[in-house]
């Protein structure tokens, strides 16, 4: 499996402001996915991080709340936008090799005041 | 849409006893996937499931993928303290494109030393 970091492991936001967090991969994956886990509860797929073309959103997700880059095989950046204390949740992006087995960064943290 | 039904949502245990959980779905999945969460962490994948009946294991941990394709279950022999964690059953949404993955609500394992 590939090593994934993200950027911030955590950070404490203003309502109205933006806050983007990037994933790292080590090696080139041909997918990305982010996910939402909100306090206390499961993981919920956002979006599917497609290399050279936008995002693939989930029902209930849009690209002007949730815009995703990825601009290469290795690189995805999620901006969660205008924050309201709702979006306070963990975001975690994953790569996935084959199949279905998916791995996992160790997420972000946001808190939104 | 597809949905993991994960029980129990909590267990408290003594070290040394086994534990077991289990995952069903009105849907058929063709994938099972179970993954353990640390306080902080992302999911770290345990065990992966590829086929019906198969039963596989990973040290102390054996899953099993439901002959009907709709459940699944997760044992854990002899806990210990590390043990605790929130353990997550998933699967592919949808049933096509691979690494889109639909979470169970998760089960709160505690054990006592």
């Known amino acids: 499996s590939a090593v994934i970091s993200q950027k911030p492991s955590r950070d404490i936001c203003q309502r109205g402001t933006s806050l983007t967090i990037q994933c790292q991969v080590d090696s080139q994956v041909t997918m990305m996915f982010w996910y939402r886990q909100q306090p206390g509860q499961s993981l919920t797929l956002i979006a599917t991080a497609n290399q050279g073309s936008e995002a693939t959103y989930e029902s209930g997700f849009v690209i002007d709340k949730f815009p995703i880059s990825r601009p290469n095989l290795t690189f995805s950046t999620l901006t969660v936008s205008n924050l309201s204390p709702e979006d306070s949740s963990i975001y975690l992006c994953s790569e996935g090799l084959a199949t279905d087995t998916q791995y996992f960064g160790p997420g972000t943290r946001l808190t939104v005041l | 849409g597809q949905q993991l039904n994960q029980s129990p949502q909590s267990m408290f245990i003594q070290e040394g006893e086994d534990v077991s959980m289990n995952c069903t779905s009105s849907s058929i999945f063709n994938t099972w996937l179970w993954y353990k969460q640390d306080p902080g962490e992302g999911p770290v994948l345990l065990i992966a499931l590829y086929k019906a009946g198969e039963l596989t294991s990973n040290g102390r941990l054996t899953a099993q993928f439901g002959i009907t394709r709709k459940d699944s279950f997760l044992n854990i022999s002899a806990s210990i303290p590390s043990d605790v964690g929130i353990y997550f059953c998933?699967?592919?949404?949808?049933?096509?494109?691979?690494?889109?993955?639909?979470f169970g609500q998760g089960t709160i394992l505690t054990v006592h030393p």
């Open positions: 998933a699967g592919p949404l949808g049933g096509t494109s691979y690494g889109k993955l639909t």
